[in-house]
């Protein structure tokens, strides 16, 4: 018999830490993935005491995190669902003892010093971060899946970035986008999207029945976007809107193109450039993806509709935040990081 992966998660607590828990606890490549305490946790603390809906004969505990434990236990695979800060003190340690990680914060995702600088980031060594930075391969299968195998750090993509760059990405390697006259993302997410953490902007009161836009021209998702479809800072506008919704991501995106082209000419780019990829579904025009066809699955989906002129375009991306835009992407990174089917675990 088949050894199976040894993996552990810190952070199962938070909403997509626990959506990932619950992928990994099922998946039929992985032994019980060792389930760690965040600092501040209870001691003792059982994950199935926080979310019964997992529950299974004696729960799931979760232990102190341990690098000496973890190197005992053969782990060869660290999940972090932890903030920013968190994962940018820890992964150094990870990689320097051989466990390999799949990061689901932002704490490794941008190469270039101006877009990195919305964390603010202090490392302890700046010189193995700067190492680290270069090395971390972007998750985004649908572009990066060929050189997974053999990465030591996979930085996993923000959500929203996920839903714009799949949207842009077939467009731009054929050259079809007019980027002198821009790109307009509208971007709308659910409550999840946040985060746990209870905020005022994300309190019952403040969002339901309600539409807000915030952090226009300062998300940190934007220089994602930028570096991963190599778009210059004025060449987009993207602008996220909270919806009094649980989850899921609709991105708006508003482009014109070089030539005029036909609506099959538009399709023909999208199923060319996602063939043979299982989790991103493209609409035939006129037809639209919603938010609810793609909640609680792994799936992009991604639709367009085109102006008489053949030159102005709108494309509509959808996914589940939590999954394709958080943990089920993080699972489907692993399934390629180990050479098993893209699609074990998440179907």
């Known amino acids: 018999m088949t050894s199976k992966l040894k993996s552990a998660i810190l952070g199962a607590t938070g909403y997509s830490g626990f959506e990932l828990a619950r992928i990994l606890l099922r998946h039929p490549r992985l032994e019980t993935p060792v389930m760690l305490q965040r600092s501040g946790e209870t001691a003792g603390a059982n994950l199935a005491d926080l979310y019964p809906a997992i529950s299974g004969n004696g729960g799931y505990p979760m232990e102190p995190l341990s690098w000496s434990e973890l190197q005992q236990q053969k782990i060869e695979l660290l999940f972090l669902a932890t903030p920013h800060e968190v994962s940018r003190a820890l992964v150094p340690e990870a990689i320097a003892r051989g466990i390999r990680v799949v990061d689901l914060s932002g704490a490794w995702r941008l190469r270039q ?9 202090k490392d302890a060594n700046a010189v193995t971060a700067a ?3 270069e090395k971390a391969v972007y998750g985004l299968p649908e572009l990066n899946g060929d050189r997974l195998p053999g990465a030591a750090l996979v930085a996993n993509p923000g959500c929203y970035a996920t839903s714009v760059i799949l949207a842009l990405a077939p467009l731009l390697a054929a050259d079809m986008v007019d980027r002198e006259r821009g790109i307009i993302s509208d971007s709308k997410s659910g409550v999840s999207g946040a985060g746990k953490e209870a905020t005022a902007r994300t309190h019952f009161v403040s969002v339901a029945d309600n539409l807000s836009a915030y952090s226009v021209f300062a998300h940190r998702h934007v220089g994602e976007i930028l570096e991963q479809l190599k778009l210059d800072s004025g060449e987009l506008i993207f602008t996220p809107h909270l919806l009094p919704i649980p989850r899921g991501i609709l991105s708006t995106i508003y482009v014109h193109l070089k030539r005029e082209t036909k609506p099959a000419g538009v399709e023909s780019c999208f199923q060319d450039f996602y063939a043979g990829k299982p989790w991103v579904r493209v609409f035939g025009t006129p037809k639209l993806p919603q938010i609810q066809f793609s909640l609680h699955t792994n799936y992009c989906d991604l639709g367009f509709c085109l102006a008489e002129d053949g030159r102005r375009l ?18 489907q990174n692993m ?3 180990y050479g098993f089917k893209e699609e074990e675990g998440l179907q």
Not at 113 to 121: G, I, K, S, T
């Open 113 to 121: 010093a101006q877009h990195r600088a919305v964390y603010a980031f």
């Open 131 to 133: 190492e680290l930075t």
């Open 314 to 331: 709108v494309l509509v991306s959808c996914v589940d935040n939590l999954l394709k835009g958080a943990a089920g992407q993080a699972v």
């Open 335 to 337: 399934n390629l990081m």
